[in-house]
């Protein structure tokens, strides 16, 4: 079973930026597809951005050119980089393989962009 730990959230102004982090096991990680979801209050959980494992990247409209994600296949962690920040990328954001295996769901990290 895949175990899945994010991490690196927290509260943030407008504009600022914060990196997350996923420490994954219980999969051979650098052959599977990654990737970041969130999920804001009253809404679908969304996909943010993934990072296959041949090195390709993806992103939401919404997202690109301010987030970055990015894999360490030798620590078994996928990363995202966001920078400035906004109010609507408020949510819970969760890792997972894509697509997305529903017993893998965690617990998530809690970001709020808010002054």
């Known amino acids: 079973q895949v175990q899945l730990v994010e991490s690196g959230g927290g509260l943030v102004q407008p504009g600022g930026s914060l990196r997350l982090s996923c420490a994954a096991s219980g999969t051979i990680f650098r052959l599977t597809d990654m990737a970041w979801y969130r999920q804001a209050p009253g809404k679908q959980r969304e996909l943010v951005a993934r990072a296959t494992s041949g090195g390709s990247t993806n992103y939401a409209d919404s997202v690109k050119g301010r987030f970055t994600v990015s894999r360490n296949n030798a620590k078994n962690t996928v990363y995202l980089q966001m920078n400035s920040l906004k109010s609507e990328d408020t949510a819970v954001y969760y890792c997972?393989?894509?697509?997305?295996?529903?017993?893998?769901w965690g617990q998530g990290t809690q970001v709020t962009v808010s002054s």
């Open positions: 997972n393989t894509h697509p997305p295996a529903s017993r893998n």
